[in-house]
């Protein structure tokens, strides 16, 4: 996909998260639109994944370890061909195998169940010194939060993975400052995130997360990186593309009223006509 198809793409995600947890009266849309344009780079140009066989034993695996934002994951999942767009309107419900939190026993694509923050990059580690005992060429991602990295686990799956020199692991930060309770860096700041990550033996990339060529550069030198696994640091915005949620903490955990639902899917159709223009 060039960069136009990307932003079109991205779009299309975030317009189903805000559909999801509109339908749902619950979720995470804040930290789910942040990390739109990740997912869509994942899912529509970097990973190797199939899915009319979504449990291909050579794909590349996902773990979202902060599993609250998996309507963003969903999304990304749906619009990529795993199970139907109108599925979406299903999140949360009674009966339907889109569950708050990712479940890999009913969400095809789905690679591990996550939710309890801190153990998904664990499960990612495991899966990618996995690959390299058996002698597999399959990369695994893993998708952290900021205020994730707040949690003790985290940096004992990042030392285990810097030790075995697993460069078959991309772990990614969505750096988007906050945190349920507010702005990371208040409420218990892991800054200098880059730095961190290089004493646990990581190459270390910062990348804006909602520009496509740098996304592109960033996964290109993960991919060439040998020797040592890769943490690349998201630098986004919370709430991307929802004029009202942009920047703000309060919508880390709220669903958008019928109103604010008009209002969000009105900017992302602003978004796509402007998008539209760029085509022609």
Partial sequence: MN????????????KGIVTAVHSAKAGHPGGSLSAADIYTYLYFEEMNVDPANPRMEDRDRFVLSKGHTAPGLYSALANRGFFPVEDLVTLRKLGSYLQG???????PGVDMSTGSLGQGISAAV????????????????????DGEIQEGQVWEASMLAGHRKLDNLVVIVDN?????????????SPYPIDKKFEAFNFHVI?????DFDAIRA????????????TAIIAHSLKGKGVSFMEGQAGWHGKAPNDEQYEIAMADLEKIGEELLKEEA
Avoid at 206 to 210: E, F, P, T, V
């Fill in 206 to 210: 910062n990348m804006d997360a909602h």
């Fill in 176 to 188: 988007n400052g906050l945190q349920i309770d507010g702005p990371v860096d208040e409420v218990c």
């Fill in 3 to 14: 960069n136009l198809e990307l932003k079109k793409t991205a779009n299309e995600v975030r």
């Fill in 218 to 229: 960033a996964f290109q030198e993960a991919r060439e990186t040998k020797g040592m696994p």
């Fill in 101 to 107: 939190h990712p479940c890999m026993q009913h969400v």
């Fill in 126 to 145: 495991g899966m990618a010194l996995s690959g390299k005992m058996d002698k597999k060429d399959f990369r695994v991602y893993t998708l952290l939060g």
